[in-house]
């Protein structure tokens, strides 16, 4: 009896065991899948377990257009291309869209780019450079869906290369804070512009798209980029002699304090070096050039410390890589 | 009897915790993926380098062979005198404006020309012998550009006080002569000498003339300032 117990707890020990591996094996298969799937984005495995997951995605990405003029150089996938696709705005288009939660080449058109559509005559952005970036959130179920929206944007160096099997330019990503911080607080990003005029400055928190959707629909979001030419545009008062002299345009309705703001509570996103009591100079400029008060000392440290970051950035960052991030 | 009854519950336990756990981890992944799956979409911009615009003597040769050197204005065969300089970039975009500011001791005339490089010995204005490897190169005007000044007194090549904040500030003990006259061409140039991927270099003749029988060589010397900047 206690033979026959001893060998039968044995035998359950066994087969604990072997269950326990199976169940390991599971997780390692279905691990690998992910895994698989996530960093090759093959194709063979759509359909399959990753497959499930993208059926019960709700909604994708995608634009339309042909791939950037310097999309080679960047690590990204190719898109899946969803013919005669019914657009909120009543149009059909041909949209490229996001699959298998890999990163995607954000595809551009005469009509929405970063001067680097193809047949583009741009040799690239600088101060003064504005434009108009338009995606589709293509809705998988009719349903009332809310998608948080990030923009990032990546700075790359001059030793980018056509990337390859073994060469995605990670090496050339400038990781400089201070150039970082240059970069996102002179090529900014708004929701709305209507003449001319910007409004709604997208953050770190990014922006909301929220909407009563029906499945297999896109809904068109344009976003709106702009590198001020000076930081004049941004500071003084629309009808300044100074911006009209120069035939220049404030960019931004007189009662927008967004950015004056930021001046003084991030000034290292805007100016080169840090200018000294940054609070009353931004206060001392805002009030415009005509006012008694006006100093112009204070309105030249901006202006001085604003062109030296443009200098910086231009001298420095070869391309930038503007990542939508959308969930 | 015992043992064998709970032998085979362990069994259907296991078995029972392996289907289980099977069916727990498919049903996980999609959810898993749900909540990890970001869409993300790139571009890629590029970013256009800060032109830098120079201003060069001729053959492209650095700013400091421009010399204007001594003007004999008693030579009564001679009534003028011209140099010529060049700007010119690395890029082969964007529009500039030509300025040129000069204090008025002397009463020349200046005019500014659009220039060419030729072989021609003859029919060459300028004659500039590069100070890097002494070759002769010539010049010739093309056309005058046109132009105006920012701050002239009418009538007079004197200056008038529009400008004299931007010069000397606050300062006001200053010579009406040493009051530069500012000249600026009217409309934006858009380089000329375009080199494709190598940029441009615009050739100029700046040209200084005087009236003959009036001018002394009395050792009277002026100040003359070349400017170029995109616009």
């Known amino acids: 009896?206690?033979?026959?117990?001893?060998?039968?707890?044995?035998?359950?020990?066994?087969?604990?065991?072997?269950?326990?591996?199976?169940?390991?094996?599971?997780?390692?298969?279905?691990?690998?899948?992910?895994?698989?799937?996530?960093?090759?984005?093959?194709?063979?495995?759509?359909?399959?377990?990753?497959g499930l997951s993208d059926a019960n995605g709700i909604f994708e990405i995608g634009a339309v257009g042909t791939n950037g003029k310097y999309d080679n150089l960047m690590p990204a996938y190719d898109g899946k291309t969803l013919e005669n696709?019914?657009?909120?705005?009543?149009?059909?288009?041909?949209?490229?869209?996001?699959?298998?939660?890999?990163?995607?080449?954000?595809?551009?058109?005469?009509?929405?780019?970063?001067?680097?559509?193809?047949g583009n005559i741009s040799d690239g952005i600088k101060p003064g450079s504005h434009g108009t970036l338009t995606f589709y959130v293509y809705a998988k179920q009719t349903t009332h869906l809310t998608v948080n929206l990030n923009l990032e944007m990546?700075?790359?160096?001059?030793?980018?290369?056509?990337?390859?099997?073994?060469?995605?330019?990670?090496?050339?990503?400038?990781?400089?804070?201070?150039?970082?911080?240059?970069?996102?607080?002179?090529?900014?990003?708004?929701?709305e512009c209507t003449d001319g005029v910007y409004s709604k400055l997208i953050g770190d928190n990014g922006f909301n798209f929220e909407k009563d959707v029906e499945e297999n629909k896109a809904y068109r979001v344009d976003i709106y980029w702009v590198w001020p030419y000076?930081?004049?545009?941004?500071?003084?008062?629309?009808?300044?002699?100074?911006?009209?002299?120069?035939?220049?345009?404030?960019?931004?309705?007189?009662?927008?304090?967004?950015?004056t703001a930021l001046f003084k509570s991030n000034s290292e996103y805007f100016f080169f070096e840090e200018i000294t009591d940054i609070q009353s100079v931004v206060d001392n400029v805002k009030l415009g050039s005509q006012n008694p008060q006006f100093d112009l000392k204070n309105y030249q440290a901006i202006?001085?410390?604003?062109?030296?970051?443009?200098?910086?950035?231009?001298s420095k960052v070869a391309y930038i890589k503007l990542t939508l991030t959308a969930d | 009897m015992n043992s064998t009854k709970n032998n085979k519950k362990f069994k259907t336990n296991m078995i029972m915790l392996c289907i289980a756990t099977a069916i727990a981890i498919v049903c996980a992944v999609p959810v898993l993926g749900w909540f990890t799956k970001q869409r993300r979409m790139s571009t890629l911009a590029k970013v256009k380098p800060p032109t830098?615009?120079?201003?060069?003597?001729?053959?492209?040769?650095?700013?400091?062979?421009?010399?204007?050197?001594?003007?004999?204005?008693?030579?009564?065969?001679?009534?003028?005198?011209?140099?010529?300089?060049?700007?010119y970039s690395d890029e082969n975009k964007g529009s500039y404006k030509l300025q040129l500011a000069h204090t008025?001791?002397?009463?020349?005339?200046?005019?500014?020309?659009?220039?060419?490089?030729?072989?021609?010995?003859?029919?060459?204005?300028?004659?500039?012998?590069?100070?890097?490897?002494?070759?002769?190169?010539?010049?010739?005007?093309?056309?005058?550009?046109?132009?105006?000044?920012?701050?002239?007194?009418?009538?007079?090549?004197?200056?008038?006080?529009?400008?004299?904040?931007d010069t000397y500030g606050d300062y006001n003990n200053v010579q009406i002569?040493?009051?530069?006259?500012?000249?600026?061409?009217?409309?934006?140039?858009?380089?000329?000498?375009?080199?494709?991927?190598?940029?441009?270099?615009?050739?100029?003749?700046?040209?200084?003339?005087?009236?003959?029988?009036?001018?002394?060589?009395?050792?009277?010397?002026?100040?003359?300032?070349?400017?170029?900047?995109?616009?």
Not at chain 1, 156 to 162: C, I, Q, S, T
Request: hydrophobic share 35%.
């Open chain 2, 177 to 231: 002569n040493a009051e530069p006259l500012y000249w600026q061409n009217t409309s934006a140039i858009n380089p000329i000498g375009n080199q494709g991927e190598n940029g441009f270099v615009d050739y100029y003749i700046l040209e200084l003339s005087w009236k003959t029988g009036n001018l002394k060589n009395d050792k009277e010397t002026d100040m003359v300032y070349l400017t170029a900047g995109m616009v």
């Open chain 1, 1 to 50: 009896m206690t033979e026959k117990s001893s060998r039968t707890s044995k035998t359950n020990k066994k087969l604990a065991v072997r269950v326990f591996m199976v169940i390991i094996t599971l997780v390692v298969l279905v691990l690998s899948a992910i895994t698989f799937g996530w960093f090759t984005n093959n194709k063979l495995i759509e359909g399959g377990i990753n």
């Open chain 1, 230 to 259: 000076v930081a004049d545009q941004l500071i003084l008062p629309k009808d300044d002699s100074i911006l009209v002299n120069n035939e220049i345009n404030r960019i931004l309705s007189d009662s927008d304090n967004t950015l």
């Open chain 2, 52 to 87: 830098a615009l120079n201003i060069g003597a001729g053959n492209k040769e650095d700013s400091v062979y421009i010399d204007l050197g001594d003007i004999d204005v008693e030579d009564s065969q001679v009534t003028s005198k011209s140099f010529v300089f060049c700007v």
């Open chain 1, 85 to 118: 696709v019914a657009t909120d705005k009543g149009s059909t288009v041909n949209l490229v869209v996001t699959q298998n939660g890999s990163e995607i080449k954000w595809m551009m058109n005469d009509q929405s780019n970063m001067e680097n559509n193809q």
């Open chain 2, 104 to 165: 008025t001791n002397i009463p020349f005339t200046y005019k500014i020309y659009f220039a060419s490089a030729t072989d021609d010995q003859n029919e060459a204005t300028v004659t500039y012998v590069s100070k890097e490897n002494t070759n002769t190169y010539y010049y010739k005007k093309v056309k005058e550009i046109q132009g105006a000044y920012l701050n002239k007194q009418a009538d007079k090549q004197i200056a008038n006080e529009n400008k004299h904040n």
């Open chain 1, 154 to 191: 990546t700075l790359y160096n001059r030793l980018v290369k056509d990337v390859t099997d073994i060469n995605d330019n990670s090496n050339c990503i400038i990781k400089d804070k201070k150039l970082n911080d240059l970069t996102k607080g002179h090529i900014l990003f708004f929701e």
């Open chain 1, 303 to 314: 202006t001085e410390q604003w062109n030296k970051a443009d200098q910086e950035i231009g």
